[in-house]
């Protein structure tokens, strides 16, 4: 199983920066790919970012590509989630999750997940 641990969360105002971490523990060599997912009130979790374990390539939600840089650290078994210009409508509960099975493609849907952390509310006053 692997174990994972969401940090970096917090209240920020319109235009400012969160960078979000999170950490991975257990058995992290069976990790494929990881990725951010976001969750706000009475909407669908929805595909933010996502990271090959091994080979460092990665996909982004057209939404929000340009403003948001996912990246890893395998040594420290970690990946983070930098925001950028944040807007109001980026407030939610931002997920980590893990692949821990083979695919040649980074998943964007909530089903390409077997591991989820317990999220870590960003929340952008205007």
Not at 17 to 33: D, P, Q, V
Not at 34 to 63: C, H, L, T
Not at 96 to 106: D, E, G, M, N, V
Request: charged share 20%.
């Amino acid at each position: 199983q692997v174990q994972l641990v969401e940090s970096g969360g917090g209240l920020v105002q319109a235009g400012g920066s969160l960078r979000l971490s999170c950490a991975a523990s257990g058995r992290t060599f069976t990790i494929y790919h990881m990725g951010w997912f976001r969750q706000a009130p009475g909407k669908e979790r929805e595909f933010v970012a996502g990271i090959n374990w091994g080979g460092g390539s990665v996909v982004y939600s057209d939404s929000l590509k340009g403003r948001f840089t996912i990246s890893k650290d395998n040594a420290r078994n970690r990946v983070y989630l930098q925001m950028n210009r944040l807007k109001p409508e980026d407030t939610a509960l931002y997920y980590c999750a893990a692949r821990l099975t083979f695919s040649p493609q980074i998943a964007r849907l909530r089903e390409g997940y077997d591991a989820w952390g317990q999220g870590t509310q960003v929340t952008v006053s205007s």
